[in-house]
């Protein structure tokens, strides 16, 4: 069983900044895909940003040019800097891995971190 390991989710303010991790095993964070999603009370899982190994980033609208996606391959760990943070925010954050493996999707989730945004 693959282990995503995330950290960093907490209470902060309108306007406040927060950094999420997640740590994979190695021969995970250098073939996959590694996204973070997060689900609000009430509504569905959506994807919020994604890094693959080559680097390239993706972004949902509602969070691009506040949040950042990015990988530090010494401790195979990625990282989303969240800026700007707003009430719609406020949801449980799951790091997810993700690769074709012939023709079949290999799907991996972390256990999830709350973040809360509010006065």
């Known amino acids: 069983q693959v282990q995503l390991v995330e950290s960093g989710g907490g209470l902060v303010q309108p306007g406040g900044s927060l950094t999420l991790s997640c740590a994979a095993p190695?021969?995970?964070?250098?073939?996959?895909?590694i996204g973070w999603f997060r689900q609000a009370p009430g509504k569905q899982r959506e994807a919020v940003a994604g890094i693959n190994s080559g680097d390239s980033t993706n972004y949902a609208d509602s969070v691009k040019g506040r949040f950042t996606i990015s990988r530090d391959n010494a401790k195979n760990t990625v990282y989303l800097q969240m800026n700007s943070l707003k009430a719609e925010d406020t949801a449980v954050y799951y790091c997810?891995?993700?690769?074709?493996?012939?023709?079949?999707?290999?799907?991996?989730w972390g256990q999830g971190t709350q973040v809360t945004v509010s006065s």
């Open positions: 190695a021969t995970i964070f250098s073939t996959y895909t």
């Open positions: 997810n891995a993700a690769a074709w493996i012939v023709d079949r999707l290999d799907n991996h």
